[in-house]
């Protein structure tokens, strides 16, 4: 197993609130490939990206300056139609600067750590079924406009459930990318030893759709794996595809790993 990454250097023409750089990144990789993933669709997308770099004091990316994103994906072929296309990609929105490729292979993983927010997107009739509490809590405070339009992970979800789900997502992943030698999971299952929540309240990222935003919750997380083989090939596919949902639409759940 390996993975193929993208560094963009990148020179902003427009300003960018944090919240929103991640979904401007998404869409320029959408361009870059040609291929249309919206909210809503089921089509699995193995990569993901981070944000951009260095963070601003004031969370606005700011028109002129260089900034730097990595993208990595399971997919050799995809990767080198990205970067021939940004080659010659022009926008008076962003300009490519230059662009770096590498490819690595797999070595063992002891623990992940999300550098953007990871989404489990629920909704109420889901959380009903799954027998799961109610995902909008007092972490949310007053703001009702949040708890109304928001399509988002609960922020405080049991976290045996949020390692059900990271793993049913992993093994889709896993078993698009590599159909030759697909897995399948009993249901005692467990690739984690410990998972920890890195920040005090969930992060927001924001998606336009149709003139609408559409706001998604996302935490942080530190995730140490088991040593067996399944886990192993989890954790890889998580670093190269990234975890969670919405990794290709908005970069959510990019993870830098520790050996």
Excluded at 34 to 52: D, K, L, P, W
Excluded at 139 to 151: F, Q, S, T
Aim: with cysteine.
């Amino acid at each position: 197993m390996r993975y193929f990454e993208l560094n963009f250097t990148v020179q902003l023409g427009v300003d960018i609130h944090c919240t929103k750089s991640q979904a401007f990144i998404g869409r320029l990789i959408r361009k870059l490939s040609g291929i249309v993933v919206e909210h809503g669709s089921n089509r699995i997308s193995n990569y993901c990206f981070n944000n951009f770099f260095p963070i601003e004091k004031d969370k606005v990316y700011k028109a002129g300056k260089l900034y730097i994103f990595r993208l990595r994906s399971s997919n050799l072929d995809w990767i080198k139609t990205i970067r021939d296309n940004a080659l010659h990609y022009k926008s008076s929105e962003l300009r490519i600067e230059n662009v770096n490729y590498k490819t690595v292979n797999q070595y063992h993983l002891t623990e992940l750590i999300s550098v953007t927010p990871v989404v489990i997107v629920l909704n109420q009739t889901a959380s009903k079924e799954e027998g799961l509490p109610k995902y909008l809590n007092a972490r949310l405070g007053k703001n009702d406009e949040l708890k109304d339009n928001l399509k988002a992970q609960k922020s405080l979800l049991d976290l045996k459930t949020y390692e059900s789900r990271l793993v049913s997502n992993l093994q889709k992943k896993y078993n698009d990318s590599y159909k030759e030698a697909s897995i399948s999971l009993g249901e005692d299952f467990s690739m984690l030893t410990a998972m920890e929540i890195n920040n005090q309240k969930p992060a927001v990222i924001v998606y336009e759709k149709d003139g609408k935003e559409i706001k998604f919750l996302g935490n942080k997380f530190k995730l140490i794996f088991n040593d067996d083989e399944l886990s192993q090939r989890l954790a890889w596919t998580a670093l190269s595809c990234g975890l969670g949902e919405k990794n290709a639409l908005v970069g959510a759940g990019f993870c830098v790993g520790k050996s």
